[in-house]
């Protein structure tokens, strides 16, 4: 076997991942990470998160996460299996070292960061689709008197109590965060713009991710149909609260879309008992108050942008946009053309399962690849 030397970027899940399968067929390989610890994007989220895929189907790959975690894993216990993989696999990032350029050589890559340079044959791709934060921007948000923080910055409600909140965006983020407001009492609001997909997570005790998959199975659309009555059931009409349903099926809208269906944990009872007050799109910002194109204006105190990220690969990969689809994410794990060499893991969020499923999947793909060439 050649010395055919990797470079994995990134120790999120997906790097430790690609690491992980990379120790296990023997391949030489350096990790670097731009924090100063392994997964630092789950150790920012906010405190109450879990994962909402269940664990048998979220572990990285060739170990499983401890039997005694519960059925979907807490934040911190997250954190401490992925120190435990990366001790098991004796998988040792160099941290502090963010990658500014990249750029092809003869026999490869040529990675700059903010201290060395690498130089590798291929390169894994792992810095994933939450990389940085969207801040959108409006009118007279300079003279608003309240404080304006990007979801990314939330832990948990003490910074909110006897505070008028308002969310803006209704992803599983901003859906999460105002349901762990509610639950303290807090006043709070969300701003939905466009039509959304929600799903529950558990039926009569049952994941519904699970039951997705079997449903998955089934000829002539029969699972979707019957995907669609259970909702219909569970979440009910939620039009009548404010909340525009999009008519696309959760599966469709993943797959052509890549976002992915809210999935409730409670934030629907509450929209339903009031405890979470619903309204349109914003307009524009004034001193106190936020304008809704409905042309009505509200009192707040704090505003929690729930607006997602990007992956923005091509802030350090020069002609990457030619190899990115229509959200920004790579449009296939191995790369081709003028990328061959390059490998992307944890982008794929098309399919059922969640990034942590893709990950596994994608991991063993571009292993195998990579095996080939040494």
């Not at 940085?132 to 409006?138: A, D, T």
């Not at 699970?210 to 039009?239: C, E, F, M, S, Y």
């Not at 409730?264 to 004034?286: E, N, P, Q, R």
């Amino acid at each position: 076997m050649s010395n055919h030397h990797t470079l994995i970027i990134g120790a999120g899940p997906a790097g430790l991942a690609v690491a992980g399968r990379m120790r296990q067929a023997g391949l030489p390989f350096t990790i670097i990470e731009r924090s100063d610890r392994i997964g630092v994007m789950w150790s920012k989220h906010y405190d109450r998160l879990c994962l909402h895929t269940v664990k048998q189907l979220s572990n990285l790959p060739l170990l499983d996460f401890p039997t005694d975690y519960p059925v979907y894993v807490p934040r911190k216990s997250l954190l401490t299996y992925f120190e435990q993989y990366a001790r098991h696999f004796n998988i040792n990032p160099e941290f502090n070292q963010s990658v500014s350029g990249m750029r092809r050589t003869e026999d490869g890559w040529e990675i700059s960061t903010s201290q060395k340079i690498y130089r590798a044959n291929s390169v894994v791709v792992c810095t994933g689709i939450n990389r940085i934060p969207v801040l959108p921007h409006w009118d007279g948000e300079s003279q608003f008197t309240g404080t304006i923080t990007h979801s990314a910055d939330y832990k948990n409600p003490s910074p909110y109590r006897n505070k008028q909140v308002l969310i803006i965006g209704m992803g599983n983020t901003g859906a999460e965060i105002a349901l762990d407001l509610a639950e303290h009492n807090i006043d709070v609001t969300l701003s939905v713009r466009s039509p959304i997909t929600i799903v529950p997570r558990d039926v009569a005790g049952n994941p519904v991710q699970v039951t997705a998959k079997t449903l998955d199975r089934l000829p002539w659309g029969i699972g979707d149909w019957i995907g669609t009555q259970i909702r219909k059931i569970v979440i009910g009409n939620l039009g009548k609260y404010g909340v525009p349903l999009s008519s696309t099926h959760p599966a469709v809208q993943l797959r052509e879309t890549g976002k992915t269906p809210v999935i409730d944990l409670g934030t629907v009872a509450m929209i339903k008992k009031g405890k979470i007050k619903v309204v349109g799109d914003v307009a524009g910002f004034g001193d106190t108050e936020i304008h809704f194109k409905d042309g009505s204006s509200r009192p707040f105190d704090a505003v929690i942008l729930a607006t997602g990220y990007r992956a923005m690969l091509e802030e350090f990969i020069p002609g990457i946009r030619d190899f990115l689809d229509q959200n920004g994410y790579p449009k296939a794990p191995i790369g081709y053309g003028a990328f061959e060499d390059l490998y992307f893991v944890g982008f794929d969020n098309y399919k059922l399962g969640g990034i942590l499923g893709t990950i596994y999947n994608d991991s063993l793909t571009v292993v195998e690849h990579i095996q080939t060439r040494s």
